[in-house]
């Protein structure tokens, strides 16, 4: 393993044991168990396959210092946003597409950027990892992609209906992934 593997390796592996930690501390919630159970299922599964025929595996380029910089700075930005994001939201933060009791709308910080800072971090992060690592790394970023939009779009659904005048206007002056693009 080379040392930009091992970065990376021991990043996100900090990264989603303070995610798992800080988890501890969100308010009450209601998981709906319908679809969206089955498409974590479906992800998990096709991303259980992917792994098995190697799809993931560091390639055989060699190393590129200005990639793995570049790569580098890329993954501390998105999950050094992300977790800013996960720290401000405090215990209104809940698994992707639950509902809280008691919710409040959080629209400062980073939220003020985008809608989603978690969900942009995280992929920001990864395609940090695919730059250093490997280009097969972006299928990971992808599926990520499009299971944090269908998310996304769930939460915001449920916001609609929790908050309907303040979420029209956040959600109007806000962009959900991207500030000022999408």
Same mark, same amino acid.
């Given at each position: 393993?080379?040392a930009?593997?091992f970065?990376?390796a021991?990043?996100?592996?900090?990264f989603w044991?303070?995610? #798992?930690?800080?988890?501890?501390?969100m308010?009450?919630?209601?998981?709906?168990?319908?679809r969206?159970?089955r498409?974590r299922?479906a992800?998990?599964v096709?991303?259980?396959i992917?792994?098995?025929?190697?799809?993931?595996q560091?390639?055989?380029?060699?190393v590129?210092?200005? #990639?793995?910089?570049?790569g580098?700075?890329?993954?501390?930005?998105?999950?050094?946003?992300?977790?800013?994001?996960?720290?401000?939201i405090g215990?209104?933060?809940?698994t992707?597409?639950? /509902?809280k009791?008691?919710?409040e #709308?959080?629209?400062s910080g980073?939220?003020?950027l985008?809608?989603?800072?978690?969900?942009?971090?995280?992929?920001?992060?990864g395609?940090?990892?695919?730059?250093?690592?490997?280009w097969s790394w972006l299928?990971?970023?992808a599926?990520?992609g499009i299971?944090?939009?269908?998310?996304?779009?769930?939460?915001?659904?449920?916001l609609?209906q /929790?908050?309907p005048?303040?979420?029209?206007?956040?959600k109007r002056?806000?962009?959900? #992934?991207?500030p000022?693009?999408v």
């Amino acid at each position: 393993m080379h040392a930009i593997e091992f970065v990376f390796a021991i990043g996100w592996a900090v990264f989603w044991a303070y995610w #798992l930690v800080a988890a501890l501390s969100m308010k009450r919630q209601r998981i709906p168990l319908s679809r969206e159970l089955r498409i974590r299922l479906a992800l998990f599964v096709l991303v259980v396959i992917l792994l098995r025929i190697g799809a993931f595996q560091s390639s055989v380029r060699k190393v590129d210092p200005w #990639l793995s910089a570049i790569g580098l700075t890329l993954f501390a930005a998105g999950l050094g946003f992300a977790v800013w994001a996960r720290i401000h939201i405090g215990r209104n933060w809940g698994t992707p597409m639950s /509902q809280k009791a008691d919710p409040e #709308l959080v629209t400062s910080g980073p939220y003020q950027l985008v809608r989603h800072p978690i969900y942009s971090g995280i992929l920001v992060a990864g395609v940090g990892t695919a730059v250093s690592l490997s280009w097969s790394w972006l299928i990971a970023v992808a599926l990520a992609g499009i299971y944090f939009v269908y998310s996304a779009t769930i939460e915001e659904r449920n916001l609609t209906q /929790q908050f309907p005048d303040a979420y029209a206007v956040y959600k109007r002056s806000t962009k959900m #992934l991207v500030p000022f693009i999408v």
